[in-house]
Nanobody, 124 residues
């Protein structure tokens, strides 16, 4: 199982970034996959998830209306579109997957597969 993130970088406040996470070594069609982030000195937090069987998104309240998550099962890829970025969005963003989610919502899942992380810095 491998998850590879891309798309991080430096952006000014109000700007946009699109993160991608490409998965390999597992079936993409019925999993829970999404993004956590960790800011310096803070605990890791869940940002957004999607269940790939139905494309249903789960978005954390602080980013709702600014971030959207989507999946392309034909490419084994999940995307995080981040708009109206704020300095408090700065952190390392990690892609994570649960390969057997059942009916459990992503907020209550353990994620056993992780990418290496990509840095997002929002600063003027």
């Amino acid at each position: 199982v491998q998850l590879v993130e891309s798309g991080g970088g430096l952006v000014q406040p109000g700007g946009s970034l699109r993160l991608s996470c490409a998965g390999s070594g597992f079936t993409f069609e019925n999993i829970a996959i999404g993004w956590f982030r960790q800011a310096p000195g803070k605990e890791r937090e869940g940002v957004a998830f999607v269940t790939t069987i139905d494309g249903r998104p789960y978005i954390e309240d602080s980013v709702k209306g600014r971030f959207t998550i989507s999946n392309d099962n034909t490419k084994n890829t999940v995307f995080l579109q981040m708009n109206s970025l704020k300095p408090e969005d700065t952190g390392v963003y990690y892609c994570a997957a649960n390969l057997n989610p059942g009916d459990i919502v992503p907020w209550n899942l353990d994620f056993g597969s992780w990418g290496q992380g990509t840095q997002v810095t929002v600063s003027s």
